[in-house]
């Protein structure tokens, strides 16, 4: 029994894309956090706060990049 399905071309494509925009996200929300910790000396976003949201966009990019052209064929 096979768990999951190969993934296409396209979408091994768009899953990277939305791994880089992933990881630059939380690039710049843990260095504006740094920043402003350095500034004020408390710590505005907190790590969970930080992980959901990298992951949210990393995830949410790839499907919005897998929904495009399926929906570009319904119309």
């Known amino acids: 029994m096979k768990f999951f399905r190969k993934m296409s071309k ?3 494509f768009n899953a990277r894309k939305g791994l ?4 630059y996200t939380y690039m710049l929300l843990l260095f504006l956090n740094y920043i402003y910790s350095l500034i ?3 710590e505005p976003i907190t790590s969970i ?4 949201t990298g ?3 990393a995830f949410g990019y790839e499907l919005i990049l897998n ?3 399926k ?5």
């Open 10 to 12: 396209i979408e091994s």
């Open 20 to 23: 880089i925009l992933g990881f």
């Open 40 to 42: 004020y000396g408390n």
């Open 49 to 52: 706060v930080i992980f959901w």
């Open 55 to 57: 992951l949210l966009v």
């Open 67 to 69: 929904l495009k052209p």
């Open 71 to 75: 929906m570009k064929i319904k119309k």
